[in-house]
């Protein structure tokens, strides 16, 4: 049975689009806050209100990682982009998870095997 036709591919494309789906998401929302921030959005603005609300949980654990940029009321904020860079990571690093349990072939296997030990 080839890697194609195993019972597990579908589930397994589906992990990772749900995934990338989910990263993206989060990505878009995170770049909103970005631009709102660096452009000095009013913080009591509904939609800015929504933005923040929704990105703070994400980027809470980062907040202290690095001083806040302020100029003339514009905030160029390195956590947010920090925060974009760590979940793109992790969302990396889910996929090869769901990846290795891919099916695969015996020569298949020894093939990627050999590419590996030539690294």
């Known amino acids: 049975m080839d890697s194609y036709t195993s019972p597990s591919t579908k589930p397994l494309y589906r992990g990772t689009q749900i995934v990338w789906y989910l ?9 909103f806050r970005f631009v709102l921030k660096l452009l000095g959005a009013n913080a009591e603005a509904g939609f800015t209100s929504f933005v923040y609300g929704v990105t703070y949980i ?3 654990p980062f907040l202290s990682v690095f001083r806040i940029t302020k100029v ?9 982009l920090l925060t974009m860079l760590v979940y793109w990571l992790a969302a990396l690093a889910i996929i090869k998870l769901f990846l290795m349990g891919k099916t695969v072939s015996t020569p298949e296997a020894a093939k990627e095997l050999d ?5």
Do not use: C, N, P, V
């Open 72 to 80: 003339s009321g514009s905030i160029f904020e390195w956590t947010t």
């Open 115 to 119: 590419r590996q030990d030539r690294s």
């Open 23 to 31: 990263l993206g998401i989060l990505e878009i929302f995170l770049a």
């Open 58 to 60: 994400f980027t809470a």
